[in-house]
């Protein structure tokens, strides 16, 4: 599995549509999708899945470099629906299909039904013309992230919850994640970032930057919630090496504030059975960790004008070579996720 930081031949999202997740007809969320897909385009070709009733509305507000492909999902989590993709030692690449059950299935899972999300890492894999293993567990593609160089990383929290793989062991679950990954040590984070509905997504604490360099979401406020749990991560990146015998770099992204769900912005979301209700009140897990590499440009989130340009310093020192964008993305924050959770990128074969 390469690492994100490698290069990209393509990007996927999902274009929302949802009304039970994304208020007013998720007509502000697929402003904020078109915008995150606008800041990718320049460094990537940039794809975009849209149900059929939806196409010509996705292609009325994305940019025109942008393609629209007709996919029927359940909502729009590209990173969790869609493939990884894995390359082997002849430089052919194949997608990685994980079994998805909406984050918990009928243990917390999202919404009742999934089946569409389940097919979407098919498609993608029929789109690219390239073979795809079938994995024969569950996993949301937000729930790792590699070094490209054997290093895997996860959260207990996530992979460990039993609403996920109930029978297997922890050992079980390494052994697959090696098995369909290619790593060669998995380094297991305790907990992801404070109210994840995902359970702890890896994506949403830390992103890998580089070989043996991390970006990990941090607070220096003892009594925020998140703090326990940056510091217990801390704490394992720093006592653990990698697959290469090497230290792990830590860098901190501040926390953005809490910024729960107004009375106007839940009031715009039309509530069904079996599906997870947004509340007001509800605390966001807003972080700045959810961002996606491309090509030459890093896209991250704006969640807290008093911390979104501390946020973009840090960016932007890890990345040098790269252009760091900034995309207003609460309405993606909204509905449960950030950049990184509606992007997947497609490797360079």
């Known amino acids: 599995m390469p690492a994100e930081f490698e290069g990209h031949e393509r990007c996927y999202m999902v274009w929302p549509e949802r009304p ?11 402003a904020a999708f078109a915008a995150v897909a606008a800041a990718i385009a320049p460094s990537e070709p940039v794809t975009m899945l849209a149900s059929p009733a939806q196409t010509e509305q996705a292609r009325a507000q994305l940019p025109a470099g942008v393609d629209v492909l007709e996919a029927v999902s359940d909502d729009a989590w590209a ?24 984050w918990g299935g009928a243990k917390g899972g999202l919404y009742s039904s999934w089946a569409n999300d389940d097919q979407i890492a098919a498609q993608i894999a029929e789109f690219e013309g390239c073979g795809r293993y079938q994995a024969p567990f569950v996993l949301e593609g937000g729930a790792i992230h590699t070094d490209g160089q054997g290093t895997l990383f996860t959260t207990a929290e996530c992979l460990l919850n039993g609403n996920r793989n109930p029978t297997m062991t922890k050992a079980q679950l390494e052994a697959e994640l090696r098995a369909f990954t290619g790593a060669r040590k ?13 359970d702890g997504h890896i994506d949403n604490l830390l992103h890998v930057v ?14 925020d919630p998140q703090h326990a749990r940056s510091a217990a991560a801390l704490e394992v990146l720093r006592t653990t090496p990698d697959a290469h015998d090497r230290a792990i770099e830590v860098h901190l992204l501040p926390v953005p ?22 509340l007001a009140g509800e605390t966001l897990a807003g972080s700045y960790a959810n961002f996606y590499i491309g090509n030459s440009r890093v896209v991250m989130p ?11 310093a840090v960016l932007e020192g890890l990345f040098p070579s790269r252009e760091v964008i900034g995309v207003p993305s609460r309405e993606i924050l909204l509905g449960g996720g950030n950049v990184h959770c509606i992007t997947q990128q497609v490797p360079t074969a």
Do not use: M, Y
């Not at 990173?79 to 909406?102: E, L, M, Q, S, Y």
């Not at 504030?257 to 947004?278: C, F, L």
């Open 79 to 102: 990173r969790d629906i869609g493939p990884t993709f894995v390359i082997d030692d002849h430089g052919d690449r194949r997608a990685v299909d994980w079994i998805f059950n909406a």
């Open 210 to 223: 580089a070989p043996g360099v991390v970006a990990l979401t941090w607070t220096d406020d003892e009594t």
């Open 20 to 30: 039970d997740n994304w208020r007013e007809d998720a007509g502000p969320a697929q």
């Open 257 to 278: 504030r809490p910024a729960p769900i107004t009375a106007q912005e839940a009031a715009g979301v039309t509530a069904t059975p079996g599906s997870k209700p947004r």
């Open 186 to 198: 998995v380094i297991w984070l305790p907990f992801g970032v404070h109210g994840d509905e995902t």
């Open 302 to 312: 704006l969640l807290d004008e008093r911390a979104d340009t501390d946020a973009q």
